[in-house]
């Protein structure tokens, strides 16, 4: 799917609705923000205008961006949508102020050094359409001069000069109302002064306390967010996860939840209500209107500043945890998106199943459907002799080299009876059997696509068929799956989805495109991830493709109907055709520079295919002479580290962990046990980590090294294979506590406590945090789908890596 065009009317401005000096502003902006420079910016900025795609100019255009990379395109993109929309409101609030007559030098001063938009809104308040307030009632009732002269001489006598102003025509029936409406114009001037907005905004954010507690009577309703009963902590430091789970359990009815600020200041005068006081020159020395002013000071902090000052600041505090939820949701799906793959190898995919059975499928090498089955081993049936003999003809009958398990319910009792079946085949035949995450396989076998590519096949028997192609390419699988329901973030359902299926997007983008396709075999719903085609096009790609049988070269993909000369362009390079008619086209070489890359083979006096892959031969060359006016020293280096490795997979070696027999259940852990898993999850207070019992354990970030960690996605990611001891195992509550640290510290364990703990339980209904459902943790994929319950397991591949590489090498190396 291409990038979000930068034109796009819903998203942003268009280039030429932009003068060159707001242009140029904003690609300065930006290039400070990434750490580059506004040339950089400003040819990036051309090329998303005119169409190009972030994994288009990342690879294909670094001699025009100086070398940025996706990760800084991606900023690049979006910084460059909030700041044309902040053009937008910047033009629109400049114009609504000059169309009331009301617009000056100083205010367009103001408007345009603003460099927010809550700045912007501040300076617009005072002009901004509202409903008849109080203020304006008294003003209509004449009592604006009145404040003024209380406001700018505390000397005289407030009741004495609101005397004069006493006319119940206009509604003013004595002193005391005079006075009240000349309080609500001062409050409301106070209140919409946008300098001291701006002054009492950065208080707020430096001394603010974000306070919950609970609402009477509803303590078991919420025993999820027990944590939360009465919790405080300052504003600035509340972590995204713990902001994210205050307003769940306020929009849940469970808790209320405030901003505060100075709530323990005994001072006479509150240092907000002095900040407004000072402003105006208002203080208590004596004189007769004195006591007046500072009222209206506290009433305008109080009732006016404060309440707007609160949702202000507590939607920036959303917005703040929800951009980084995004971000380690994104980060996440990345890191499984990537995740190695095994290679194309029949295989046999089992959806573990009780009462219902194990749901059994076979894909040949290439990812097609041959055969389906499903057994029953375990109650109420307890075939196990049955099962053991239809795995076993299944595997003889298509030669099966490897065979995935699904990790849901009763995954483990299924890899027992795959390991008893594998026990009765000989050494040099057995398959190898991986338990592998399932996320979203469900959604999946309930889509629409999958009843296309599989229209004759009963949803669950899809699943297994899932199971399966995820352990050859997880990549190629999990694209067929909106991102949303692969749940591997946390609060996934509380961010704005708008913003996270962008990002998301982006990120199975930035993953397909890296790795590449084979234009070949791939399917549209991988087709559609490359970089310029749409789905409609990738469908055309498709079509076309079983018209003429195969693809012999990338230039007859010119010859699909409505692929023009700009979606080729921008999808060539990331198309493979392997035994082709051009030896390039199987590389990531860009067809554009096939005439450099050829120019540099004819300097090697070989043909390209003894070329490619001789790195001796290419390093020996100088990248410098192969430079002219149209290719850089950036293009020539990606050409020759592409022959001397063509078509390279940027993925990791496929590895698997080594599950401890006997340990299936929770209750089977005990503190002390060392065990290997896999990370699922990575959230910002540590990471889940599966080790075979149907609950993911969590290793808090304080437990991640044996060095202090600030962000767990510099020691972990999703997929990694870790080494945890066992810390506490809490079985009816579902937690599990471990550590990655070379000593186990129980004592630190036990001194935090419960806040952030958790686990993620793969057949309840959380996996968000303590206990698995309570919300301090991440989402789990399960509870996206129509199978419901909760995160089997997060993210990262399989819940085996290491010892499948040895076990695959051993099996093959025994078939030579």
Known sequence: MASVSMTDPTTSTPKADLSAQTALRIAQRIADEIGCKAGQVHSAVQMLDEGSTVPFIARYRKEATGGLDDTQLRKLEERLIYLREMEDRRVAITKSIEEQGKLTDDLVASIQAADTKSQLEDIYLPFKKKRRTKAQIAREAGLEPLADTLLGDPTRDPEAEAAAFVDEGKGVADTKAALDGARQILMERFAENAELVGRLRRHVEERGVVQSKLIDGMAEKGAKFADYFDYSEQWSKIPSHRALALFRGRNEGILSVDLTVDADDVSPVLPAVKMVADTYGIADRGRPGDKWLMEAARFAWKVKLALHLELDLMGVLRDKAEEEAIQVFARNLKDLLLAAPAGSRTTLGLDPGIRTGVKVAVVDATGKLVETATIYPFQPRNDVSGSRAALLALIAKHKVGLIAIGNGTASRETDKLAGDVLADIPAAQRPVKVIVNEAGASVYSASELAAKEMPDVDVSLRGAASIARRLQDPLAELVKIEPKSIGVGQYQHDVNQTKLARA????????????????????????????????????????????????????????????????????????????????LDASSVHPEAYPLAKRIVKACGRDVRQIMGDASLLKGLEPSEFTDEKFGLPTVKDILSELEKPGRDPRPEFKTAALQDGVEEISDLKPGMKLEGTVTNVTNFGAFVDVGVHQDGLVHVSQLADRFVDDPHKVVKAGDIVKVTVLEVDVPRKRISMTMKSQADYQGQRERGGQDRGGQNRNGPGGRGPGGKGPGGGNGPRGNGPRGGGAPKSSGGDSSNNALAAALAAAMNKKK
């Open 504 to 583: 998301l997007d982006a990120v199975v983008e930035d993953a397909v495109n890296a790795v590449g396709v084979d234009l070949n075999t791939a399917s549209p719903a991988l087709l559609s991830r490359i970089s310029g085609l749409s789905d409609s096009l990738a469908k055309a790609v498709v079509e076309h493709r079983e018209a003429i049988g195969r693809f012999d070269s990338r230039t007859q993909l010119k010859e699909v109907p409505r692929l023009g000369a700009k979606a080729f362009e921008l999808c060539a390079g990331f198309l493979r055709i392997n035994e082709g008619k051009e030896p």
